[in-house]
């Protein structure tokens, strides 16, 4: 999971110190974890970072604003605590304003625990010239529009004969998105197709997803997310209902990239896999 920076902390900052952090960061969403029992510990540098805690509070941060849900970030948080802190707990509770997240680790591989946010048809009004924007060349390849209105999402389903290397090529004009659609019932635009070795979506071993997507928001300052698990928290219902699966394998085909593994639960949760890998480690000095 890549483009976000998770930010561990005994103490607490100031939303707005927070808010201006997340847009010096620059990236999809800044990650603010904070120690919440007493007596737990924790130290600030990464080489040397130690802690025994197992719940935080999390919150995140675009460039623009504090978002509810961020599935990547959380990700990147519990993998700064589990590799990078020698965290030695099987699980770490985050609370946050989505309600508990639980992340669990495999090897590797980090598993978290998210809400799941079924979209339906009932898409808002007005939204044609917003789909006809995002789509560009590709407008006439829509196969169906739904909303998910607790995550104020759009899904454009695109037919399946749409290759993924069009789906890659897609460029939708953040500004004019935004132009088109300002009544705040849209944040975030998803475009997602059912996944086939004849549309090319596979990945380096031959395995086919079964789904593919990409995610835009550039109401929250985000022009592009580039793995995002609050979209599939939509996504992952949908295609569980429309393929009939309760495990799936999906890829988010943005410039990044990121490998989905999904597993749908009878609680009302989906539980979503996949790697981090800590690329860079700094100190950030408050005046």
């Keep these: 999971m890549r483009g976000c ?11 707005d110190t ?19 029992q007493p007596g737990d510990s924790l130290r600030n540098t990464c080489q040397s970072f130690s802690s025994i805690a197992s719940n935080f509070e999390l919150r995140w941060f675009t460039p623009k604003n504090e978002v509810k849900l961020c599935g990547h970030a959380t990700v990147a948080s519990a993998a700064v605590l589990f590799f990078c802190s020698g965290n030695q707990s099987d699980a770490l509770t985050f609370k946050t304003k989505s309600g508990d997240l639980v992340a669990k680790r495999l090897a590797d591989r980090i598993t978290i625990s998210l809400p799941q946010n079924p979209p339906s048809d009932k898409v808002p009004k007005g939204v044609d010239k917003l789909i006809e924007i995002t789509l560009g060349d590709y407008h006439s390849k829509l196969a169906e529009t739904l909303y998910s209105l607790s995550t104020r999402k759009l899904i454009v389903l695109l037919h399946p004969s749409v290759r993924r290397e069009e789906l890659e090529k897609m460029s ?18 998803i475009i997602t197709l059912k996944g086939s070795r004849e549309n090319g979506a596979v990945d380096e071993d031959g395995r086919v997803y079964d789904f593919i997507s990409r995610y835009f928001a550039p109401w929250n300052g985000i022009n592009e997310d580039p793995v995002t698990g609050a979209a599939h928290t939509v996504l992952s219902p949908y295609w569980s209902n429309v393929l009939g699966k309760k495990e ?11 490998n989905l593994e999904i597993k749908m639960r009878d609680d009302g949760r989906v539980d979503l896999s996949g790697t981090a890998k800590i690329v860079l480690e700094g100190k950030v000095l408050l005046n």
Excluded: W
């Design 248 to 258: 799936m394998y999906a890829r988010q085909c943005s410039a990044r990239g990121g």
């Design 172 to 189: 939708p004009n953040p500004a004019a998105m935004m132009a088109a659609y300002k009544t705040g019932e849209v944040m975030g635009v």
């Design 18 to 36: 927070k808010q201006k952090l997340a847009m010096e960061m620059n990236l999809s969403e800044t990650a603010f974890v904070r120690i919440l």
């Design 5 to 15: 920076s998770a930010h561990p902390s005994t103490y607490d900052l100031s939303d």
